[in-house]
């Protein structure tokens, strides 16, 4: 297994278009996460998912994102209408979360969004 | 909600020297993780070490351990025999049981030869 991998790497749009990122986890983890990080910040949550069930959604994200994890496997982030604001890099996570308690996330090399 | 902060924006090293990056935490939880990360520049993120907070012993990873100090909200990393691969920003993240990670905003740590 290579990882975490990220589709695309860059992508430079213009404001109003939608994007769509994508996320392929480790193949045996059951837990997905995206996160934003801004140039010289923290990640940021967005959202998780469980398999294919969303758990857990971020005020961070409005109604022009949505993410999905069909059949528990690879996952896509959509934004629509993209904003300059928008700009960032997003950021894929995996780990499996079994009987053993939390264990650790892999994270990918995220996907570089700028909105000109 | 939980607040993670690390008050140096940047820290500097002299290769083979021993350097410790600070980061405190909010909660009103008593279970729960701690991670410090590091990321490469253009390189995907990395954890470099783990603490359960139920744990007293702070935990080790060769040259790198952590002081933490549950009381005060404390956890800090030491970097022993700084390395110039060790240069890197560097996130405190904390989670409870099952959680999102929440980060702190980074240290920059250069690594001079």
């Not at chain 1, 109003?16 to 480790?26: E, K």
């Not at chain 1, 928008?86 to 950021?91: C, T």
């Not at chain 2, 279970?31 to 590091?38: A, E, G, V």
Request: with cysteine; net charge neutral; charged share 25%.
């Amino acid at each position: 297994d290579t990882g975490v991998s990220q589709d695309p790497r860059h992508k430079i749009t213009k404001r109003g278009q939608n994007v769509t990122f994508r996320c392929d986890p480790i193949s045996e983890h059951n837990r997905l996460y995206w996160y934003r990080q801004t140039l010289g910040q923290g990640p940021e949550f967005l959202t998780y998912f469980q398999n294919e069930a969303q758990l857990e959604k971020s005020r961070l994200l409005s109604d022009r994102f949505s993410a999905e994890r069909p059949k528990g496997s690879f996952s896509t982030l959509e934004i629509q209408r993209t904003e300059q604001g928008d700009s960032a890099m997003y950021l894929c996570a995996s780990s499996f979360e079994g009987l053993a308690g939390m264990e650790e996330l892999f994270f990918g090399e995220g996907s570089r969004l700028t909105v000109l | 909600a939980q607040t993670v902060t690390q008050s140096q924006p940047e820290m500097s090293v002299q290769e083979a020297e021993t350097v410790t990056l600070s980061c405190t935490y909010d909660t009103s939880e008593s279970d729960y993780y701690l991670f410090w990360y590091k990321q490469p520049p253009s390189r995907q993120m990395i954890l470099v070490i783990r603490q359960e907070a139920y744990k007293q012993q702070n935990a080790t990873e060769n040259r790198f351990s952590v002081n933490f100090q549950k009381a005060a909200k404390s956890f800090s990393l030491k970097i022993s025999d700084s390395q110039l691969g060790d240069a890197a920003m560097y996130f405190c993240a904390y989670t409870e049981y099952g959680n999102k990670l929440v980060f702190g905003a980074g240290t920059i740590l250069r690594v001079k030869s």
